[in-house]
């Protein structure tokens, strides 16, 4: 078991962008990074550098053909157009840039070491994880390779028979689905918004499959009987030996990319239930394009993990983090609220639980 949560992270982000007009130009793994060391939740022996996956592990689920491709457009920083045909690379969703195959190796590599790390239980957090939508052989939705996945078989590899997938970033983890629908011993479930890209993920349940699309503008009321009666519920259920978590944090009511109305504390409330329902606890990133409601979020969810106080208000030092963050090209950028400085807690986002939400849940238990 380990001594404490552990956090895995890497320089690598630091500076990486898919472009200066892509969504992800904007700083989200070092900020978490940053600000976590600036309230002193982040000391020297919690903190475990990524390593960066050699193509050979990759192709445990990867085509090797897809992961040569990937290599070669790193290395001369083009595509052709079959391979952009083939493999979705080089496209506006999956750019070619600096770091294309080391930044998302560096991920994936750390959710391989995850599962290393939790062979005899404990709770790990890797923010720069949760790219849920890669395929074997293609890029989808930002994402060059899918480290979900990876760490499902990496957790499998070292001791864990049950693994229960929870993912409650607004978009439907396609990728994972694909690797773990028809496996026995794998629970997937998925909250997400109804009809956001890529518009896969109906309304279903079996034993070891959930999907609940949400209508936009869900709110921290109607999460927390998401997570109650359905998230916990199916968990509690399927026993599991281990949980990973897919923590987007594009379900925030900030978040440019989708139309969901949370606040931070939902997620954290999500975290808090699922320690201790598992030997074994894996929290991964995902979705999240404001940088600091991702910082933020993030940041809160190592607190969680690891027992730290969030706070009223944030240390001078993590202010001056925040402060440093711009979000050029984008209207929420241009004038921040002020308690996007001095506050990791958003405001609680409560509201009416809508009778389609009820409906939905209803659906599911049948």
């Known amino acids: 078991?380990?001594?404490?949560?552990?956090?895995?992270?890497?320089?690598?982000?630091?500076?990486?962008?898919?472009?200066?007009?892509?969504?992800?130009?904007?700083?989200?793994?070092?900020?978490?990074?940053?600000?976590?060391?600036?309230?002193?939740?982040?000391?020297?022996?919690?903190?475990?550098?990524?390593?960066?996956?050699?193509?050979?592990?990759?192709?445990?689920?990867?085509?090797?053909?897809?992961i040569a491709a990937l290599h070669a457009a790193e290395a001369a920083q083009a595509v052709t157009a079959d391979v952009r045909s083939r493999h979705a690379l080089g496209t506006s969703n999956n750019p070619v840039f600096p770091e294309m195959y080391r930044r998302p190796a560096t991920a994936a590599g750390g959710s391989l070491l995850a599962g290393e790390l939790l062979a005899d239980g404990g709770i790990v957090y890797h923010p720069a994880g949760g790219t849920h939508h890669a395929m074997p052989d293609r890029a989808g939705g930002f994402c060059y390779l899918n480290d979900p996945v990876l760490a499902i078989l990496s957790l499998r590899r070292n001791g864990a028979q049950r693994v229960a997938y929870v993912d409650i970033d607004a978009h439907h983890p396609d990728g994972v689905e694909l690797a773990f629908a028809d496996d026995p011993d794998v629970l997937m479930i998925s909250v997400h918004e109804d009809g956001l890209w890529p518009r896969t993920g109906p309304l279903e349940a079996t034993d070891t499959l959930v999907n609940l699309p949400v209508p936009r503008g869900l709110n921290d009321d109607e999460m927390a009987l998401i997570r109650d009666d359905v998230i916990l519920l199916r968990v509690s259920a399927f026993k599991p030996d281990a949980i990973v978590l897919q923590c987007g944090a594009d379900a925030v009511e900030e978040d440019p990319q989708a139309h969901l109305s949370l606040s931070n504390n939902a997620h954290w409330a999500v975290v808090q239930a699922l320690i201790g329902m598992a030997p074994r606890l894996l929290v991964l990133g995902g979705g999240g394009y404001n940088p600091w409601s991702v910082g933020r979020l993030w940041t809160g969810v190592w607190a969680t993990l690891s027992g730290y106080e969030i706070p009223d208000r944030v240390e001078y030092a993590g202010e001056e983090v925040l402060r440093a963050l711009r979000f050029d090209g984008n209207r929420r950028g241009k004038n921040p609220p002020e308690h996007w400085f001095t506050n990791l807690r958003d405001a609680p986002r409560n509201g009416p639980?809508?009778?389609?939400v009820r409906d939905k849940i209803l659906h599911l238990a049948r």
């Open 353 to 356: 639980i809508r009778d389609e």
């Open 1 to 66: 078991m380990l001594p404490r949560p552990l956090f895995i992270g890497s320089e690598i982000y630091r500076g990486s962008s898919y472009g200066p007009w892509h969504p992800l130009r904007v700083p989200r793994v070092s900020t978490v990074i940053d600000l976590s060391r600036a309230m002193g939740w982040l000391p020297r022996d919690a903190y475990v550098p990524s390593p960066r996956a050699k193509p050979d592990t990759l192709t445990i689920w990867h085509t090797p053909d897809y």
